[in-house]
């Protein structure tokens, strides 16, 4: 049977776990689709994609550091990528147009609800970092209604920018890590890029309120030092980004193929996979 075929690009791109997350859901859905990953820089990103877009590339998933990019050239885009300003989900029409979405905040907000069981109404939140992930994650998370949201980066003026953009949907203050000391948060959610190099951002002791969760969007084989910071200061729950990737490239699959593949099986063996990896 002719497969679709698909791609995640982004630069690094080595260790990306999306082709084995679409491979499983086309075996779960009996979908002919073929997804592979390829390293793309930011430089090279308009030659690659016309290139796969020539060879009857269907669609694409772009990661850091594309995601930015990708809003400016695709033709159309979802309300929420465009309030996002930024788009981790392709579909290459047969016309030659682009359409662009984000499913990063859908996936956030599944994995932390459906799969956590954790109730974001009503929680004081502390959000780090100001890039890509946080611009799609700041929707879905506002239109939760939680008491506060607070958003420290290391550039503040980036954090600043976005508490002034999404202030309409919600409570969204910016403030400087070194602001953090008096303040207690209910879900510390780390998006910041600083697990990738093993680092973990300034965070004064005793910002995690009792019975507290930390999540951090980043995720690898061995606990991010986020995770294990979040375990350290008592939090009931402190867990990687694993079932968000797989719950975004869920609403990715759904884009492209009209059908949503089962997501628990598939975080369960990507866990079962890791914990064999140690
Ligand atoms: P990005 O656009 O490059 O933004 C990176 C952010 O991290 C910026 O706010 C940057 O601060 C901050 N940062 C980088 N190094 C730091 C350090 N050593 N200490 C403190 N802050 C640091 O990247 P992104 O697309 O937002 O991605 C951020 C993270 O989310 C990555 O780990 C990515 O893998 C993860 N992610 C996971 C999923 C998932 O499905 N699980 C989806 C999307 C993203 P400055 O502004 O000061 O440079």
Redesign the pocket.
Known sequence: MPQDRYAVFGHPINHSKSPRIHALFAQQTGQAIHYTSQDVPAENFREELKRFAAEGGRGLSC???L??LAWGIADRKSVRADRAKAV?TLVLGKDGRLFGDNT?GA??LRDLTVNLGLTVTGLNILL?????????ILEPLLAMKPRRLIIA???VA?AEKLAIEFADLGSIEALPFKALASESFDLILN???????G?L??LPEGILAAGGACYD???GNQPTAFVRWGGSMGAKLSVD??G??VE?AAEAFFIWRGMRPQTRPVIELLNAERSQAK
């Open positions: 990661t850091v550091p995601k930015e981790n990063d996936g956030l780090l970092g100001a890039g890509g992930a946080s611009r799609g980066n290391r550039t980036k998006a910041t890029a600083a697990s990738l190099s680092d951002p300034p969007l980043a995720y980004g694993i968000m990737l975004q």
